[in-house]
């Protein structure tokens, strides 16, 4: 059940917090932007409401499947642990064994998500359109005899949807396409899952009212936004090298890996770079997290009324 109850909880989550995740990684990504709010001007100016949800149906489509994968492999390794440790899967596990366990959910999340990220990231990025102005020479400073309106070249945008996307990352880049990033969103996921189930455990279990074993749904919905804030907060560094290298593929390529995408975005915009999107990475996680926590215990609640 914990398969099913994640898997509904991740899709819930995805559909409250799209919209900011898309702002986040233009800012990550394109140094044009001066803050959140140039941002969502920016882009709704020029390309509306539709341009925030850029890249949505490939997350929609594979979330559930992460996010069961991610919340079935907490369970079954805390369940393994316990067994382990105190004879019974039962039993109640120590922060160091619900770290663990975080930290191997969030390991496994990167073999299935990288590419779905890759692509994300790719739409999330690309303009519209893409206008190029003819080169004027000096030679060209007097006006023809015959004057004939410049010609604006106006393609579309590259990536026509997720899996154009990922076709054409295939075929251009390779099967290391797919993968670009992958060494910073390992660093990511792992100390940043950790952080999430630990600080929700936690959390949840000093909101729990005397006399019952399990938090209301005031107290689901707080620990699980203050989970979200707090793994975001470790993990925004590696999610801003993970968001470079990953839009790195259009155009010439900046970066040769991860230590160098580090150096070099620290040497030309200091260590602040690090640290951008993390505001909103925070208030994007707390509603988002709200909804996800919230969605798999009222499922895990739901099921296990059913079942006894």
């Not at 996010?67 to 316990?82: D, E, K, M, N, P």
């Not at 064994?97 to 994300?120: M, N, Q």
């Not at 189930?197 to 074993?213: D, H, K, M, V």
């Amino acid at each position: 059940m914990d398969f099913v109850a994640g898997a509904i909880g991740g899709v819930c989550g995805v559909a409250v917090g799209y919209p900011l995740d898309t702002v986040k990684v233009r800012i990550q990504t394109e140094p044009k932007y001066t803050g959140i709010w140039h941002c969502i001007r920016d882009t709704y100016r020029q390309e509306r409401v539709w341009g925030f949800y850029r890249g949505l149906s490939l997350p929609v489509c594979t979330v559930s499947l992460v996010s069961s994968v991610s919340f079935g492999t907490y369970r079954h390794c805390l369940a393994h642990i316990c067994r382990f440790r105190y004879g019974s899967a039962d039993a109640k596990p120590a922060k160091v064994d619900i770290t663990l366990s975080g930290c191997a959910s969030g390991l496994v999340r990167v073999f299935l998500t990288s590419p779905t990220e890759v692509a994300k990231v790719r739409l999330q990025t690309q303009s519209q359109t893409q206008r190029r102005r003819p080169s004027v020479s000096w030679s060209s400073a007097a006006p023809p005899l015959c004057p004939v309106t410049p010609a604006y070249s106006a393609p579309g945008p590259k990536y026509r949807g997720p899996l154009h996307c990922l076709a054409t990352v295939a075929r251009e880049e390779g099967l290391r396409g797919l993968y670009k990033g992958s060494s910073a969103l390992l660093l990511r996921e792992g100390h940043s899952f950790a952080t999430y189930f630990l600080s929700y455990a936690i959390l949840s279990e000093w909101l729990t009212p005397a006399g019952q074993s399990q938090p209301d749904v005031l107290g689901v919905l707080v620990a699980g936004g203050c989970a979200g804030v707090l793994a975001w907060a470790v993990a925004t560094p590696m999610d801003v090298i993970k968001s470079r290298l990953q839009a790195d593929g259009q155009g010439q390529q900046r970066y040769r890996g991860l230590l160098h995408c580090v150096v070099t975005s620290v040497r030309e915009e200091g260590p602040r770079v690090l640290f951008k999107g993390l505001a909103l990475n925070c208030c994007r996680a707390f509603p988002v997290n709200m909804v996800v926590f919230v969605a798999y215990e009222a499922v895990l609640r739901l099921t296990r009324g059913l079942l006894t």
